[in-house]
Nanobody, 119 residues
Framework: QVQLVESGGGLVQPGGSLRLSCAAS????????MGWYRQAPGKQRELVAI???????TYVDSVKGRFTISRDNAKNTVDLQMNSLKPEDTAVYYCNAAQTRGFTVYDYWGQGTQVTVSS
């Protein structure tokens, strides 16, 4: 069982920056693909960024060039650096850990951290 704890959310003005961090415990961190998702009020949860066990990254188009996902396997953490924030980035951000074993996908979620972009 993997436990994930997010931190770093808050209120920021448009154009500002925030860095989210997710600390993992209870599993072999390096064997999990890690992702950040977000859910805005009234909308479905969407993938923001993912980083594979090998370090490859993928971003949703709306954050490309502004957000950077990174992982530190020694510290069991995954971060999301968010720059040039826009009001439409306002959402609860969730950390996810996923691993495929055979035909089963095991994934785990953090409790979420609120990011509000507003002047």
């Amino acid at each position: 069982q993997v436990q994930l704890v997010e931190s770093g959310g808050g209120l920021v003005q448009p154009g500002g920056s925030l860095r989210l961090s997710c600390a993992a415990s209870g599993g072999i961190f390096s064997l999990y693909a890690m992702g950040w998702y977000r859910q805005a009020p009234g909308k479905q949860r969407e993938l923001v960024a993912i980083i594979t066990t090998g370090g490859s990254t993928t971003y949703v188009d709306s954050v490309k060039g502004r957000f950077t996902i990174s992982r530190d396997n020694a510290k069991n953490t995954v971060d999301l650096q968010m720059n040039s924030l826009k009001p439409e980035d306002t959402a609860v951000y969730y950390c996810n850990a996923a691993q495929t074993r055979g035909f089963t996908v095991y994934d785990y979620w953090g409790q979420g951290t609120q990011v509000t972009v507003s002047s």
